[in-house]
């Protein structure tokens, strides 16, 4: 993957400062997407699942994440709403310490 240079670096001029130069060289460019970040519990199973896919394609969690939503919309209805509602009966209820069996 090429890195992309910033637009900072091509108006370097003798007068700037150090940290005016710092300052226009890291501006992140404009994302045509906004990101919103979300914060969800998982389990330990969930982390080793994702660990799993991680290591075996090179791809990140949210990489995972965004395949896991295709594959599943990719799905017809009714076996999604299966696959959907299999998972919430077997997840953890939140604050509830978790039975030994």
């Not at 900072?8 to 710092?22: A, I, Q, R, Y």
């Not at 969690?61 to 295709?70: C, G, H, Q, T």
Request: aromatic letters at 4%.
């Amino acid at each position: 993957m090429k890195l992309k240079k910033s637009a900072g670096l091509d108006t370097v001029t003798e007068g700037k400062t150090l940290k005016s130069f710092v300052m226009e060289a890291s501006k992140r460019p404009v994302s045509g997407s906004q990101i919103t970040r979300v914060n969800f519990s998982l389990t330990e199973q969930d982390i080793d699942n994702f660990d799993h896919f991680i290591k075996e394609s090179g791809a990140s969690r949210v990489a995972v994440l965004r395949a896991s939503m295709n594959a599943l919309r990719m799905l017809d209805e009714d076996k999604r709403n299966t696959l959907i509602r299999q998972a919430e009966i077997a997840s953890p209820k939140t604050g509830k310490p978790p039975i030994k069996r």
